[in-house]
């Protein structure tokens, strides 16, 4: 019983006892327990990843900032025109939205690729699966970290930077990583067995990304008495719930956050009956 | 440090799917409208059949039997990688898989990257991979290649890479799936000694092979797989009379 965490069988309490049925609810269970506690394979894996994407590449994670800051010049010009907002206000605005929205995009459709790409390592080594949901989780908020740092010059720049903020968009920033953690359950184990779903998935939050308040403010479709368009949209709350604060200097308000915990609630307990029903599949599909 | 062992209790492992069609909308369409699942297109089939066995400390075990037996899948169930569709396994000690040299490499990251990722999924704490690459990366002979990305490796490369660091972790429960021989000529003579201290470390030895040499030299209990269940389990050398009697037998036939 005295192991070091790593090496803990499975059944140590079940030892002494006769053969018990484990059911794949109770796998499914101490195996993502399991895999929380060799946190330090995950963190390992996800860092790897993301240094492996920028090695050769002479200004690495600048790219990503680089890239946004292209979006941000192009889309701010253009949107600053067309929707008739001062660029203060409308700059951060898009360039938080947006790497939120990526951060949201990424979850729902590479991240059914999680086990697919894991496959060499699934199948011969013996750790439990969720530790490559974890991994692509961390890959995608080190890409989310980098890209919300291009939000702070634009802030200084207007001189509406505000740490306050910052530090009040964690809890936020908090539940949008359970709800993406969510997410990629759910496309991973679904993109195991239907091949297509990335695909379709993209195509669907296409659509989604323009009745998001992403890239124009809530209030326009408010104004146009369009409110349930994003009133009915968790994608809004998920946004606002971190977007907020950042720009505002204010946590969002209360019903905001409940609808994000419930939508949260809502992903968690779907992933939950989509792990049961997959988990002891997953490797013999692969 | 308490007692290794693994223990099997009328575990079976039944494979079905669709034969052709890979499962997906393609077929699951289909399916949703025409519950039909004995549809001629499908197979079923069961690889293991109500295995129970007890495998204790300090037992090195051999798994013989023909091709498609069952001994594949028998070893990775004892690792944990198939969950068995019936029955029970409990293990206790950390197992150390030797499956596969050819799969599972992050093909942009270099040989060294390759080497702390394979050492961390086989168990071992960081600590200790810093403090034995060096000579994991010795052993490989892999020199300058080492820091280059994987992907320009040769298969003999990758099986050199996979073999050394598999074989520098400590393991309790050692499986082997038919993986002795390693490398080219002069690389298989090394592996060849390094594998047998490997093999004398671990508390529990299970592996398959069709080298009897090998069997009847290393291990003491051997057991005969034939079409998922166990035909024979006892001491390698009357096992190993009864599956030669048997197998000439048929081939006579």
Same mark, same amino acid.
């Given at each position: 019983?005295?192991?070091?965490?790593?090496?803990?069988?499975?059944?140590?309490?079940?030892?002494?006892?006769?053969?018990?049925?484990?059911?794949?609810?109770?796998?499914?269970?101490?195996?993502?327990?399991?895999?929380?506690?060799?946190?330090?394979?995950?963190?390992?894996?996800? &860092?790897?990843?993301?240094?492996?994407?920028?090695?050769?590449?002479?200004?690495?994670?600048?790219?990503?900032?680089? *890239?946004?800051?292209?979006?941000?010049?192009?889309?701010?010009?253009?949107?600053?025109?067309?929707?008739?907002?001062?660029?203060?206000?409308?700059?951060?605005?898009?360039?938080?939205?947006?790497?939120? =929205? #990526?951060?949201?995009?990424?979850?729902?459709?590479?991240?059914? =690729?999680?086990?697919?790409?894991?496959?060499?390592?699934?199948? @011969?080594?013996?750790?439990?699966?969720?530790?490559?949901?974890?991994?692509?989780?961390?890959?995608?908020?080190?890409?989310?970290?980098?890209?919300?740092?291009?939000?702070?010059?634009? !802030?200084?720049?207007?001189?509406?930077?505000?740490?306050?903020? =910052?530090?009040? #968009?964690?809890?936020?920033?908090?539940?949008?990583?359970?709800?993406?953690?969510?997410?990629?359950?759910?496309?991973?184990?679904?993109?195991?067995?239907?091949?297509?779903?990335?695909?379709?998935?993209?195509?669907?939050?296409?659509?989604?990304?323009?009745?998001?308040?992403?890239?124009?403010?809530?209030?326009?479709?408010?104004?146009?008495?369009?409110?349930?368009?994003?009133?009915?949209?968790?994608?809004?709350?998920?946004?606002?719930? #971190?977007?907020?604060?950042?720009?505002?200097?204010?946590?969002?308000?209360? @019903?905001?956050?409940?609808?994000?915990?419930?939508?949260?609630?809502?992903?968690?307990?779907? #992933?939950?009956?989509?792990?049961?029903?997959?988990? +002891?599949?997953?490797?013999?599909?692969? | 440090? +308490?007692?290794?062992?693994?223990?099997? %209790?009328?575990?079976?492992?039944?494979?079905?799917?669709?034969?052709?069609?890979?499962?997906?909308?393609?077929?699951?369409?289909?399916?949703?409208? %025409?519950?039909?699942?004995?549809?001629?297109?499908?197979?079923?089939?069961?690889?293991?059949?109500?295995?129970?066995?007890?495998?204790?400390?300090?037992?090195?075990?051999?798994?013989?039997?023909? *091709?498609?037996?069952?001994?594949?899948?028998?070893?990775? &169930?004892?690792?944990?990688?198939?969950?068995?569709?019936?029955?029970?396994?409990?293990?206790?000690?950390?197992?150390?898989?030797?499956?596969?040299?050819?799969?599972?490499?992050?093909?942009?990251?270099?040989? =060294?990257?390759?080497?702390?990722?394979?050492?961390?999924?086989?168990?071992?704490?960081?600590?200790?991979?810093?403090?034995?690459?060096?000579?994991?990366?010795?052993?490989?002979?892999?020199?300058?290649?080492?820091?280059?990305?994987?992907?320009?490796?040769?298969?003999?490369?990758?099986?050199?890479?996979?073999?050394?660091?598999?074989?520098?972790?400590?393991?309790?429960?050692?499986?082997?799936?038919?993986?002795?021989?390693?490398?080219?000529?002069?690389?298989?003579?090394?592996?060849?000694?390094?594998?047998?201290?490997?093999?004398?470390?671990?508390?529990?030895?299970?592996? +398959? +092979?069709?080298?009897?040499? !090998?069997?009847?030299?290393?291990?003491?209990?051997?057991?005969?797989?034939?079409?998922? !269940?166990?035909?024979?389990?006892?001491?390698?050398?009357?096992?190993?009379?009864?599956?030669?009697?048997?197998?000439?037998?048929?081939?006579?036939?």
């Amino acid at each position: 019983m005295a192991e070091p965490g790593a090496k803990v069988s499975r059944s140590d309490e079940a030892a002494a006892r006769p053969a018990r049925v484990r059911t794949p609810a109770r796998r499914l269970w101490s195996d993502s327990v399991h895999a929380l506690r060799v946190w330090r394979v995950w963190m390992f894996l996800g &860092v790897q990843d993301i240094k492996a994407r920028f090695r050769r590449s002479a200004i690495g994670p600048l790219w990503i900032l680089f *890239n946004m800051s292209l979006f941000v010049i192009g889309a701010g010009l253009l949107y600053g025109v067309l929707i008739n907002q001062p660029m203060r206000v409308l700059l951060p605005y898009l360039v938080t939205g947006f790497t939120l =929205w #990526a951060f949201i995009v990424t979850s729902l459709t590479e991240s059914a =690729w999680a086990f697919v790409n894991a496959e060499g390592y699934i199948k @011969q080594f013996c750790y439990p699966k969720q530790i490559y949901l974890l991994r692509t989780l961390v890959a995608n908020t080190i890409i989310l970290l980098i890209s919300l740092t291009a939000v702070v010059p634009v !802030q200084l720049y207007f001189r509406s930077f505000s740490l306050i903020g =910052w530090l009040l #968009a964690i809890p936020g920033l908090l539940l949008l990583f359970l709800a993406v953690l969510g997410h990629i359950t759910v496309c991973a184990y679904l993109g195991v067995c239907f091949r297509d779903l990335p695909h379709a998935a993209n195509g669907a939050l296409q659509v989604a990304f323009f009745v998001t308040p992403v890239m124009f403010p809530a209030r326009m479709l408010l104004e146009r008495h369009l409110a349930w368009i994003y009133e009915l949209n968790p994608f809004y709350y998920l946004l606002e719930i #971190a977007r907020r604060p950042i720009l505002e200097g204010r946590p969002a308000d209360p @019903q905001i956050y409940a609808f994000a915990g419930i939508y949260v609630l809502l992903v968690w307990l779907l #992933a939950w009956q989509v792990a049961r029903s997959l988990d +002891s599949r997953v490797v013999i599909l692969l | 440090m +308490s007692q290794i062992y693994l223990r099997l %209790r009328g575990v079976g492992m039944t494979f079905e799917g669709q034969i052709g069609a890979p499962d997906g909308l393609k077929s699951w369409l289909p399916r949703v409208f %025409r519950r039909n699942t004995a549809s001629p297109g499908r197979y079923h089939v069961e690889a293991l059949k109500n295995i129970s066995l007890d495998i204790g400390h300090g037992e090195r075990v051999g798994l013989i039997g023909l *091709n498609g037996a069952g001994k594949s899948t028998l070893l990775k &169930v004892l690792a944990g990688i198939y969950p068995p569709t019936s029955g029970t396994v409990e293990r206790r000690g950390h197992v150390c898989p030797m499956f596969e040299f050819a799969t599972g490499f992050e093909m942009n990251q270099s040989g =060294w990257d390759n080497i702390r990722i394979r050492a961390l999924l086989l168990g071992m704490p960081r600590a200790e991979i810093e403090a034995k690459i060096e000579e994991i990366g010795a052993f490989t002979e892999l020199g300058e290649f080492l820091s280059y990305p994987v992907r320009t490796y040769s298969s003999g490369m990758f099986i050199r890479l996979a073999f050394a660091v598999s074989t520098s972790i400590n393991p309790e429960i050692l499986l082997l799936d038919e993986v002795m021989g390693a490398g080219d000529i002069q690389f298989a003579e090394k592996a060849r000694k390094r594998m047998s201290e490997f093999m004398e470390q671990g508390k529990i030895l299970v592996f +398959s +092979s069709h080298n009897m040499e !090998q069997l009847s030299t290393l291990c003491e209990r051997t057991i005969w797989l034939e079409k998922g !269940q166990i035909a024979a389990d006892g001491p390698t050398r009357e096992i190993m009379a009864l599956y030669h009697s048997a197998n000439g037998a048929a081939v006579l036939a």
